[in-house]
């Protein structure tokens, strides 16, 4: 092997033992899943059975659930991009924080589509809410993990209080509530949280 080569392989493993080389692992694996959980959403998408307006009306409920889902998969996607972006120690705790933040996402898709077909009914409501309530609550312990990761880097200066996620957490809450009185009053809730978390974390884009 010539001596090129050999620095080469020595690059490659100093590269893949560093810690920013760890996080854009752990980004590319998110990205990944993300990727996946909108695929399988897409999938379960339904054309209307006939050309007439009374027929894409059947499928609207389908196509606003669908758009509610994506809207908030994208919000993670790009919150935790941003996130990793200004992570530089990855440890074992923020690995498993981040699967179970990917573990809530994942459950996504078939709530979705129980939703879709039974959106007038309490019971998917709920469930729908308490799925995005216990991302939240994941995407805030990994914040925390990384913070405690990254105790002395910017990214702990740049997260300071997180106003945004305590408030999502209670309207999360709310909305399971209301389910039980009226569906469509936890739906307003949900799309609450959404149009906060439309624009990206402030505090991380700076």
Not at 58 to 75: D, E, M
Not at 153 to 173: E, N
């Amino acid at each position: 092997m010539s001596d090129g080569e050999e620095e080469g392989e020595e690059s490659t493993r100093a590269a893949a033992a560093s810690p920013t080389f760890r996080a854009h692992r752990l980004e590319a694996f998110s990205d990944g899943v993300m990727a996946v959980i909108i695929t399988i959403m897409a999938f379960e998408l339904k054309a209307p059975t006939g050309f007439s307006l009374a027929a894409m009306r059947h499928q609207l409920p389908n196509l606003l659930v669908y758009i509610l889902s994506f809207v908030y998969i994208g919000i993670y996607w790009n919150n935790h991009h941003h996130l990793l972006r200004l992570t530089t120690k990855i440890d074992g705790a923020v690995m498993w924080a981040n699967l179970g933040v990917l573990f809530w996402l994942s459950l996504v898709p078939v709530l979705t589509e129980w939703l879709a077909s039974q959106y007038r009914h309490s019971l998917p409501a709920a469930a729908y809410g308490v799925a995005a309530f216990g991302a939240a609550i994941a995407y805030w312990i990994l914040v925390r993990t990384i913070v405690r990761a990254n105790a002395d880097s910017r990214l702990a200066t740049a997260i300071g209080s997180d106003r945004k996620g305590v408030a999502s957490a209670a309207l999360y809450v709310v909305g399971v509530g209301l389910a039980a009185v009226r569906p469509w009053l936890a739906y307003c809730m949900y799309v609450l949280v959404a149009l906060i978390w439309l624009v990206p974390d402030r505090r991380l884009v700076r």
